[in-house]
């Protein structure tokens, strides 16, 4: 079989234009690991995509492509492939949109397809699909054109976050503790922005549940510890995993019934969640591999890149055992996790 690996940010997706920091630093990290994981298994002819901004050093007997300013040249490898696996942010629906590039060309795809992304990166509407399902979610409203952030605001209580109808992780997501910083956050933001939530900011521990999916039913991989930092902009510097706390047994119990709210989800999935002190609160659902799929890798005795195939295909595996601690960077560093034990942490 041969799969195309496409990470938009550093593949090739901004070619010509400048790239975000943070994405390319995350998604070069993503893409030599998974790249590296599918040349382990010797089972698979791999194909990955580049910008000569982000080069990158592949296994031995893994293609790598430059991707030129233009869709053709990708359209051309997703035609060679049998599969192909995105990694691209929902921001503006760029996952979507290369997700339904793949099925018009007749691929499969390593992931969820395009009707489910949609389901997943639409912050409008995943509150009510959440709570149809007995899933805690941040208070949120749509901000519409016409204004109302202000009274929103006051209805929901200080503080509050605002972020892009569709985005991915920390990009474009602020934090207003007061009427004027949440001017000044709405000011930054709906120059760029087609669509915006407002939600209450939930005090607790950040954490993510990364989970295999087959479309219908998941088995949870490992809860992760998050490195988010609240100031005025929230940024993302990794975390460490398998997170030891009491509260992950309801961490694993929401991310689950997130899933099961929205169908079609299938592979590497993760889901974004605040711990407080009785309940874990689900942020959002990620129908991609995240970053912390940097940290499971390190962890889990199986390989991961090939138990998600499985699940895309239909044969979702058992857990994985988990064999260490570590700490990961967003840019993919790797250490051992040393810090004592603590069940009760937050």
């Known amino acids: 079989m041969r799969i195309l690996v496409h990470e938009f940010a550093s593949g090739g997706g901004f070619a010509g234009r400048a790239v975000p920091r943070a994405l390319a630093r995350e998604g070069a990290a993503m893409r030599a690991a998974l790249v590296a994981d599918l040349a382990a298994t010797g ?3 791999v194909v990955t995509t580049v910008d ?4 990158i050093v592949p296994p031995p007997r893994v293609e790598v492509v430059t991707l030129p300013r233009g869709a053709t040249a990708l359209d051309g490898l ?10 691209a942010p929902e921001t503006g629906g760029c996952l979507e949109r290369l997700a339904r590039r793949v099925e018009r060309a007749g691929r499969a795809l390593v992931g969820p397809g395009a009707a489910a992304i949609r389901l997943a990166s639409d912050k409008t509407r995943l509150p009510g699909r959440l709570a149809s399902h007995g899933v805690r979610h941040p208070d949120t409203r749509v901000l519409r054109r016409g204004g109302g952030a ?7 209580g200080y503080p509050v976050v605002v972020k892009p109808g569709r985005g991915a992780g920390c990009d474009g997501v602020r934090l207003a503790r007061s009427a004027d910083e949440l001017r000044t956050a709405l000011a930054a933001s709906r120059p760029h922005e087609t669509s915006l939530v407002l939600q209450s900011y939930v005090e607790g521990a950040a954490a993510s549940v990364s989970l295999l999916a087959d479309g219908r039913a998941t088995v949870p991989l490992t809860v992760n510890a998050q490195y988010v930092r609240a100031g005025r902009r929230l940024s993302y510097g990794g975390g460490r995993t398998p997170l030891d706390d009491r509260r992950a ?13 929205l169908p079609g989800l299938r592979g590497y999935i993760g889901v974004d969640v605040v711990l407080t002190e009785r309940d874990a609160v689900v942020i959002e659902v990620n129908p991609r591999l995240t970053t912390s ?27 994985p055992r988990v064999r260490r601690r570590v700490r990961f960077s967003a840019a993919g560093e790797i ?7 603590t069940r009760d942490s937050s």
């Open 52 to 55: 000569p901004r982000f080069p």
């Open 335 to 341: 250490r051992p996790d040393e810090r004592p034990e």
């Open 43 to 45: 089972r698979y002819e």
């Open 78 to 87: 997703i035609a060679s492939a049998d599969a192909v696996w995105l990694i």
């Open 150 to 156: 202000l009274r929103a605001a006051r209805d929901v």
């Open 293 to 319: 799929y940097l940290g499971v890798r390190a962890v889990v005795e199986e390989n991961v890149a090939e138990l998600a195939l499985a699940a895309c295909f239909g044969r979702l595996p058992a857990a």
């Open 249 to 261: 047994p309801l961490a694993i119990d929401a991310a689950q019934r997130a899933c099961e709210a």
